[in-house]
Protein backbone atom coordinates (compact mmCIF):
# COMPACT_ATOMS: atom_id res chain seq x y z
CA UNK A 1 0.00 0.00 0.00
CA UNK A 2 1.01 3.29 -0.52
CA UNK A 3 0.82 4.82 2.52
CA UNK A 4 3.59 2.31 3.40
CA UNK A 5 6.05 3.35 1.65
CA UNK A 6 9.31 4.08 3.82
CA UNK A 7 10.07 7.40 4.16
CA UNK A 8 13.65 8.31 3.03
CA UNK A 9 15.07 11.76 4.29
CA UNK A 10 17.84 13.96 2.91
CA UNK A 11 19.95 14.62 6.09
CA UNK A 12 20.76 18.82 7.35
CA UNK A 13 24.60 18.84 7.96
CA UNK A 14 25.44 21.69 10.23
CA UNK A 15 28.85 23.31 10.43
CA UNK A 16 30.39 23.71 14.20
CA UNK A 17 33.12 25.46 15.75
CA UNK A 18 34.64 21.65 17.00
CA UNK A 19 33.66 19.75 13.73
CA UNK A 20 35.52 17.99 11.29
CA UNK A 21 35.28 16.46 7.82
CA UNK A 22 34.18 12.68 8.34
CA UNK A 23 30.70 13.04 7.46
CA UNK A 24 31.53 14.34 4.03
CA UNK A 25 34.37 11.98 3.88
CA UNK A 26 33.16 9.24 5.12
CA UNK A 27 29.83 9.22 4.96
CA UNK A 28 29.45 11.24 1.08
CA UNK A 29 27.14 14.06 3.32
CA UNK A 30 27.40 16.70 0.62
CA UNK A 31 29.13 20.11 2.93
CA UNK A 32 31.31 22.68 2.52
CA UNK A 33 33.65 23.83 5.37
CA UNK A 34 35.96 22.14 6.92
CA UNK A 35 34.11 21.94 10.22
CA UNK A 36 30.76 19.82 9.50
CA UNK A 37 30.23 18.90 12.87
CA UNK A 38 26.49 17.51 12.84
CA UNK A 39 24.61 15.79 10.53
CA UNK A 40 20.92 15.80 11.10
CA UNK A 41 19.62 12.71 9.43
CA UNK A 42 15.76 11.91 11.25
CA UNK A 43 14.43 15.94 11.89
CA UNK A 44 11.46 17.82 11.58
CA UNK A 45 12.79 20.79 14.50
CA UNK A 46 12.47 24.18 12.96
CA UNK A 47 17.04 24.50 13.16
CA UNK A 48 17.25 20.94 10.74
CA UNK A 49 13.92 19.84 8.95
CA UNK A 50 14.85 17.06 6.71
CA UNK A 51 12.97 16.76 3.44
CA UNK A 52 11.69 13.24 1.76
CA UNK A 53 13.75 12.45 -0.73
CA UNK A 54 11.38 9.92 -2.52
CA UNK A 55 8.44 8.41 -2.88
CA UNK A 56 4.84 9.63 -2.96
CA UNK A 57 5.82 12.38 -0.47
CA UNK A 58 9.22 13.40 -2.32
CA UNK A 59 10.02 16.94 -1.39
CA UNK A 60 8.01 17.31 1.74
CA UNK A 61 9.77 18.51 5.07
CA UNK A 62 9.15 15.69 7.79
CA UNK A 63 7.36 18.40 10.23
CA UNK A 64 4.52 18.79 7.73
CA UNK A 65 4.48 15.11 7.45
CA UNK A 66 3.83 14.87 10.50
CA UNK A 67 1.50 17.64 10.93
CA UNK A 68 -0.38 16.40 7.66
CA UNK A 69 -0.19 13.06 8.00
CA UNK A 70 -0.24 12.42 11.86
CA UNK A 71 -1.23 8.40 10.49
CA UNK A 72 1.76 7.45 9.25
CA UNK A 73 2.79 7.98 12.79
CA UNK A 74 0.88 5.84 14.85
CA UNK A 75 -1.52 9.35 15.32
CA UNK A 76 0.74 10.14 18.26
CA UNK A 77 -0.57 12.78 20.47
CA UNK A 78 2.84 14.95 21.00
CA UNK A 79 2.10 18.39 18.84
CA UNK A 80 5.58 17.64 17.41
CA UNK A 81 7.56 15.04 16.00
CA UNK A 82 9.15 13.87 19.13
CA UNK A 83 12.70 12.69 17.90
CA UNK A 84 16.09 13.68 16.34
CA UNK A 85 18.61 11.38 15.57
CA UNK A 86 21.88 12.80 14.25
CA UNK A 87 25.57 12.35 13.62
CA UNK A 88 28.26 13.90 15.54
CA UNK A 89 31.48 14.18 14.56
CA UNK A 90 33.23 15.53 16.80
CA UNK A 91 37.10 16.60 15.97
CA UNK A 92 37.88 18.96 18.91
CA UNK A 93 35.80 19.04 22.04
CA UNK A 94 32.49 20.29 22.69
CA UNK A 95 31.38 22.50 25.32
CA UNK A 96 30.83 21.03 29.19
CA UNK A 97 27.29 21.48 28.83
CA UNK A 98 23.56 20.81 30.33
CA UNK A 99 20.11 20.24 29.19
CA UNK A 100 16.60 20.78 30.67
CA UNK A 101 13.52 19.10 31.40
CA UNK A 102 10.71 19.50 29.61
CA UNK A 103 9.22 21.73 32.75
CA UNK A 104 11.71 23.66 32.76
CA UNK A 105 12.51 24.19 28.85
CA UNK A 106 8.79 25.05 28.14
CA UNK A 107 8.51 28.23 30.77
CA UNK A 108 12.16 29.38 30.35
CA UNK A 109 12.34 28.52 26.45
CA UNK A 110 9.32 30.13 24.60
CA UNK A 111 7.38 26.38 25.42
CA UNK A 112 10.45 24.41 23.82
CA UNK A 113 10.70 20.65 24.95
CA UNK A 114 13.44 19.51 27.47
CA UNK A 115 16.56 17.59 26.07
CA UNK A 116 16.49 13.79 27.07
CA UNK A 117 19.53 12.15 24.57
CA UNK A 118 21.94 9.12 24.05
CA UNK A 119 24.85 8.30 22.58
CA UNK A 120 25.67 5.24 20.56
CA UNK A 121 29.98 5.71 20.04
CA UNK A 122 30.62 4.63 16.54
CA UNK A 123 34.14 5.53 16.62
CA UNK A 124 36.58 7.33 19.60
CA UNK A 125 40.05 6.86 20.41
CA UNK A 126 42.09 4.03 22.22
CA UNK A 127 41.71 5.26 25.88
CA UNK A 128 38.71 7.76 25.63
CA UNK A 129 37.12 8.95 28.37
CA UNK A 130 33.99 11.38 28.17
CA UNK A 131 32.37 14.23 30.49
CA UNK A 132 29.43 12.50 31.85
CA UNK A 133 28.53 13.98 35.46
CA UNK A 134 30.35 16.14 38.44
CA UNK A 135 31.36 15.92 41.86
CA UNK A 136 29.53 18.59 44.31
CA UNK A 137 27.63 17.61 46.82
CA UNK A 138 25.06 20.20 46.97
CA UNK A 139 24.17 23.22 44.99
CA UNK A 140 26.17 25.84 47.26
CA UNK A 141 28.94 23.32 46.21
CA UNK A 142 28.09 23.48 42.48
CA UNK A 143 27.28 27.22 42.05
CA UNK A 144 31.14 27.99 44.08
CA UNK A 145 33.24 25.33 41.59
CA UNK A 146 31.47 26.77 38.84
CA UNK A 147 31.87 30.63 39.68
CA UNK A 148 35.47 29.75 40.20
CA UNK A 149 36.09 28.29 36.98
CA UNK A 150 37.02 25.17 39.08
CA UNK A 151 35.68 22.57 35.94
CA UNK A 152 38.28 19.95 36.69
CA UNK A 153 37.31 19.56 40.01
CA UNK A 154 34.05 19.45 39.35
CA UNK A 155 33.42 17.12 36.01
CA UNK A 156 33.49 13.65 35.96
CA UNK A 157 35.41 11.93 33.56
CA UNK A 158 34.26 8.25 32.44
CA UNK A 159 36.34 5.82 29.99
CA UNK A 160 34.24 4.62 27.33
CA UNK A 161 35.25 2.52 24.08
CA UNK A 162 33.71 1.96 20.66
CA UNK A 163 30.62 0.25 20.56
CA UNK A 164 29.25 1.54 24.07
CA UNK A 165 25.88 3.50 24.49
CA UNK A 166 25.42 6.27 27.29
CA UNK A 167 21.96 7.97 28.10
CA UNK A 168 22.32 11.44 28.99
CA UNK A 169 19.39 12.79 31.50
CA UNK A 170 18.05 16.52 31.81
CA UNK A 171 20.44 18.07 34.57
CA UNK A 172 23.34 15.64 33.75
CA UNK A 173 26.75 18.02 32.79
CA UNK A 174 28.30 16.16 29.68
CA UNK A 175 30.87 16.95 27.14
CA UNK A 176 32.21 14.74 24.02
CA UNK A 177 35.67 14.85 24.04
CA UNK A 178 37.85 14.85 20.59
CA UNK A 179 37.66 12.38 18.30
CA UNK A 180 34.57 10.75 18.92
CA UNK A 181 32.28 9.84 15.86
CA UNK A 182 28.35 9.10 17.91
CA UNK A 183 24.94 8.88 16.80
CA UNK A 184 22.59 10.12 19.22
CA UNK A 185 19.13 9.80 19.55
CA UNK A 186 17.17 12.72 21.23
CA UNK A 187 14.19 14.45 22.36
CA UNK A 188 13.36 17.54 19.64
CA UNK A 189 15.13 19.96 20.68
CA UNK A 190 18.13 22.22 20.26
CA UNK A 191 18.17 23.95 23.96
CA UNK A 192 22.05 23.77 25.48
CA UNK A 193 23.30 25.45 28.21
CA UNK A 194 26.96 25.47 28.01
CA UNK A 195 28.54 25.71 31.43
CA UNK A 196 32.55 26.21 30.57
CA UNK A 197 33.51 26.42 26.74
CA UNK A 198 37.26 26.60 26.94
CA UNK A 199 37.56 30.18 26.09
CA UNK A 200 36.97 28.93 22.44
CA UNK A 201 36.57 32.57 20.25
CA UNK A 202 33.91 32.31 17.26
CA UNK A 203 34.54 34.86 14.58
CA UNK A 204 36.45 36.62 17.41
CA UNK A 205 33.91 36.00 20.24
CA UNK A 206 33.54 33.81 22.71
CA UNK A 207 30.20 31.75 22.75
CA UNK A 208 27.43 32.55 25.03
CA UNK A 209 27.87 30.98 28.63
CA UNK A 210 24.92 30.24 30.40
CA UNK A 211 26.19 30.41 34.02
CA UNK A 212 22.90 30.72 35.99
CA UNK A 213 20.35 28.27 33.87
CA UNK A 214 23.02 25.82 34.16
CA UNK A 215 23.10 25.97 38.01
CA UNK A 216 19.60 25.72 38.11
CA UNK A 217 19.05 22.54 35.95
CA UNK A 218 22.13 20.58 36.59
CA UNK A 219 21.07 17.74 39.35
CA UNK A 220 22.35 17.97 42.49
CA UNK A 221 24.13 15.45 43.48
CA UNK A 222 24.84 13.33 40.82
CA UNK A 223 23.25 10.54 39.65
CA UNK A 224 24.84 9.07 36.81
CA UNK A 225 27.56 6.41 37.53
CA UNK A 226 25.60 3.78 35.54
CA UNK A 227 24.73 5.57 32.76
CA UNK A 228 27.10 3.84 30.16
CA UNK A 229 26.68 0.19 28.95
CA UNK A 230 28.59 -1.76 27.21
CA UNK A 231 26.71 -2.91 23.61
CA UNK A 232 29.75 -4.79 21.76
CA UNK A 233 29.29 -8.42 20.88
CA UNK A 234 25.23 -8.13 20.90
CA UNK A 235 23.83 -11.10 18.95
CA UNK A 236 23.42 -10.60 15.31
CA UNK A 237 19.62 -10.28 13.41
CA UNK A 238 17.91 -9.32 16.44
CA UNK A 239 16.63 -6.58 17.92
CA UNK A 240 18.88 -5.09 20.60
CA UNK A 241 17.20 -2.76 23.27
CA UNK A 242 19.58 -0.35 24.33
CA UNK A 243 17.35 2.29 26.21
CA UNK A 244 13.80 2.17 27.49
CA UNK A 245 12.86 5.78 28.71
CA UNK A 246 9.53 8.17 28.65
CA UNK A 247 10.78 9.35 25.57
CA UNK A 248 12.05 6.58 23.29
CA UNK A 249 13.30 2.86 22.72
CA UNK A 250 16.66 2.82 21.18
CA UNK A 251 18.05 -0.96 19.87
CA UNK A 252 21.10 -2.24 18.16
CA UNK A 253 20.67 -4.08 15.14
CA UNK A 254 23.48 -6.47 13.47
CA UNK A 255 22.45 -7.65 10.31
CA UNK A 256 24.26 -10.64 8.67
CA UNK A 257 22.82 -12.18 5.62
CA UNK A 258 18.94 -12.16 6.18
CA UNK A 259 17.25 -10.64 9.11
CA UNK A 260 13.11 -11.08 9.86
CA UNK A 261 11.54 -8.36 11.64
CA UNK A 262 8.17 -8.21 13.54
CA UNK A 263 6.12 -5.12 13.58
CA UNK A 264 4.81 -3.90 16.60
CA UNK A 265 5.93 -0.16 16.80
CA UNK A 266 4.29 3.36 16.41
CA UNK A 267 6.97 3.80 13.62
CA UNK A 268 10.49 3.37 13.19
CA UNK A 269 13.25 5.42 12.53
CA UNK A 270 16.58 3.27 11.24
CA UNK A 271 20.14 4.72 10.76
CA UNK A 272 22.68 2.97 8.62
CA UNK A 273 25.99 3.26 11.11
CA UNK A 274 28.10 0.76 8.52
CA UNK A 275 28.16 -1.55 5.71
CA UNK A 276 25.41 -2.36 3.11
CA UNK A 277 22.28 -4.23 2.23
CA UNK A 278 18.45 -4.15 1.36
CA UNK A 279 15.75 -3.23 3.66
CA UNK A 280 12.43 -4.77 1.59
CA UNK A 281 14.48 -4.83 -1.28
CA UNK A 282 15.43 -0.50 -1.02
CA UNK A 283 18.97 -0.03 -1.44
CA UNK A 284 20.57 1.49 1.88
CA UNK A 285 24.06 1.76 2.92
CA UNK A 286 26.27 3.65 5.58
CA UNK A 287 24.85 6.98 5.86
CA UNK A 288 21.23 6.13 5.22
CA UNK A 289 18.38 7.56 7.70
CA UNK A 290 14.63 6.39 6.77
CA UNK A 291 11.19 6.39 8.46
CA UNK A 292 9.10 2.96 8.29
CA UNK A 293 5.48 4.38 8.85
CA UNK A 294 3.15 3.13 10.75
CA UNK A 295 1.23 -0.33 10.17
CA UNK A 296 4.14 -0.88 7.96
CA UNK A 297 4.52 -4.51 8.54
CA UNK A 298 7.05 -7.71 8.23
CA UNK A 299 10.54 -5.58 7.81
CA UNK A 300 12.89 -7.56 5.40
CA UNK A 301 16.93 -6.80 6.07
CA UNK A 302 19.68 -8.54 3.53
CA UNK A 303 23.15 -7.67 3.97
CA UNK A 304 25.90 -6.90 6.54
CA UNK A 305 25.49 -3.76 8.33
CA UNK A 306 24.90 -2.05 11.84
CA UNK A 307 22.12 -0.27 12.37
CA UNK A 308 20.40 2.16 14.83
CA UNK A 309 16.66 2.14 15.49
CA UNK A 310 13.84 3.92 17.63
CA UNK A 311 11.00 4.97 18.23
CA UNK A 312 8.57 7.54 20.11
CA UNK A 313 6.94 5.94 23.68
CA UNK A 314 3.07 7.02 23.40
Not at 62 to 79: D, I, Q, T, V, W
Not at 132 to 147: C, F, Q, S
Request: aromatic share 8%; with cysteine; charged share 25%.
Amino acid sequence: MAEKEILFLEPVLKENVWGGRRLVEEFGYQAEGSAVGECWGISAHPHGDCVVSRGRFKGQHLSALYREHRELFGNLKSPQFPLLVKIIDAKEKLSIQVHPDDAYAAEHENGSLGKTECWYIMDCPENASLVIGHHAKNREELADLIHSDRYEDLIRHVPVKKGDFIQINPGTVHAITGGFLILETQQSSDITYRVYDYGRLVDGKPRPIHVEQSIQVIRVPDDCEQAVTHAQNLPDNQMNLLEACEYYKVWKLNVSGECILPWEYPFLLLSVLSGEGTIDGHSVSKGTHLILPAEYGIIKLQGRMELILSTAVK
